[in-house]
């Protein structure tokens, strides 16, 4: 029983550890994003017609905060994610620990992909359908604050779904998922995915199919994907107990 409590202190110890240093990885990009951030902010807007408004002096550090929040946290998913990984990382096989490392800089790369999707393609979309809305009947003015926020509402969704491919490799590569199990799921996959976009998309049919429309098929790439990562590990692990019975009977 001892043993058990010691060991689960040394699992909470591990955990705070990594946690404190995502922590600071993220404090130390955010400081790095907000010295730039009037230069990221003139990047972002460089597009629009109209200068934004603000309110009053705390709608400008929202924005700026906001900004930089986004940044850092598009950093930090390498370290994030590195620190997850060594914290299971004894828990995992030698091969499994090389397999799974591989996936870091892949769910980096998909989540800046899911940005770029939902700010070059979701936002500009959704936007022009919004403004057009009012026609020539109302002049067309933004608050900063809720630029921004439709902004980050737009685009941030898309790229924590867009991690769903590697995310799903990397379960099934420590064997939590299976690919039949995720095809098994599929119908109640496919109406939460669809919820999402309606939820994301202005009330029309064409928004809700443009972004329905990716997310099934990211659904269907992490469905096909970890059946390949599956097939791998079932012939590694049957090899591995064919070299097993192979020294015992030897032995």
Do not use: Y
């Given at each position: 029983m001892?043993?058990?409590e010691l060991n689960m202190v040394d699992h909470l110890d591990?955990?705070?550890?990594?946690?404190?240093?995502?922590?600071?990885?993220?404090i130390l990009f955010f400081i790095?994003?907000?010295i730039f951030v009037e230069e990221i902010y003139q990047w972002l807007v460089r597009d629009l017609d109209m200068k934004l408004i603000v309110l009053g002096p705390t709608d400008i550090l929202w924005v700026y905060f906001i900004i930089a929040g986004v940044i850092a946290i598009a950093a930090s998913i390498p370290v994030i994610t590195f620190q997850v990984w060594s914290f299971v990382k004894p828990g995992l096989l030698p091969h499994e620990r090389k397999t799974t490392l591989q996936y870091i800089p892949a769910l980096f790369l998909l989540f800046i992909l899911g940005i770029c999707f939902g700010y070059y393609v979701i936002f500009p979309t959704v936007l022009?359908?919004?403004?057009?809305?009012?026609g020539e009947m109302f002049m067309t003015s933004f608050t900063a604050e809720k630029y921004f926020r439709f902004l980050i509402n737009m685009t941030l969704p898309f790229a924590f779904l867009?991690?769903?491919p590697a995310i799903a490799m990397f379960l099934t590569s420590i064997g939590i998922l299976n690919p039949y199990g995720l095809a098994k799921v599929r119908k109640y996959a496919y109406f939460i995915l669809v919820v999402i976009a309606v939820l994301l998309s202005p009330p029309d049919f064409i928004s809700d199919i443009l972004v329905a429309i990716p997310l099934l098929l990211l659904y269907e790439i992490s469905i096909s994907l970890s059946k390949f990562v599956y097939k791998r590990r079932q012939k590694r692990l049957e090899?591995?107990?064919?070299d097993e019975y192979d020294k015992e009977e030897w032995a």
């Open positions: 001892a043993d058990k591990e955990l705070r550890k990594r946690l404190i240093i995502s922590a600071i990885a993220f790095a994003a907000f022009t359908f919004l403004i057009g809305l009012g867009f991690e769903l090899n591995s107990e064919e």
